[in-house]
C-alpha cells in the first residue's frame, strides 16, 4: 500500500524559506512522476513542481519563478520541495503526489505552510 508522508511546513515571514519532504513507501517509485501541489483557502489545488523519479527531469508551475526546487533521494524514497523567497500568496496546504497512470492517483495528508508579511 503506497503511503505519502509529508513533513516540513509552518510558518515563516515573507522572504524566508522552507524545505517541505515527502516520505514515500510501499512500492517502487523509479517509473513514475511525483510531484507537489498546494491548495489555498477558498482556492483549487494547483501545480507546484514534479519531478521524473528515474530520469531526474522537473517540471514547476509559472508562479514558482525560480524561487523553488524540486528533488528526490531515492535512496530514501523522498521527496522535497525547498522553498525560498516565500510570498504570503504561498501560503497553503502543500500536498505530495504520485502519477503511476494519468493521473495523480496517491496523496500524502498535506502540511501547512503559511506565509506572514
Known amino acids: 500500500q503506497v503511503q505519502l508522508v509529508e513533513s516540513g511546513g509552518g510558518l515563516v515571514q515573507a522572504g524566508g524559506s522552507l524545505t517541505l519532504s515527502c516520505a514515500a513507501s510501499g512500492r517502487s517509485f523509479s517509473s513514475y512522476d511525483m510531484g507537489w501541489f498546494r491548495q489555498a483557502p477558498g482556492k483549487e489545488r494547483e501545480f507546484v513542481a514534479r519531478?521524473?523519479?528515474?530520469?531526474?527531469?522537473?517540471y514547476y508551475g509559472d508562479f514558482v519563478r525560480g524561487r523553488f526546487t524540486i528533488s528526490r533521494d531515492s535512496a530514501k524514497n523522498t521527496l522535497y520541495l525547498q522553498m525560498n523567497s516565500l510570498k504570503p500568496e504561498d501560503t497553503g496546504v502543500y500536498y505530495c503526489?504520485?502519477?503511476?497512470?494519468?493521473?495523480?492517483?496517491?496523496w500524502g495528508q498535506g502540511t501547512q505552510v503559511t506565509v506572514s508579511r
Open positions: 503526489a504520485l502519477r503511476t497512470s494519468r493521473v495523480y492517483d496517491y
Open positions: 519531478i521524473g523519479w528515474r530520469s531526474g527531469t522537473t
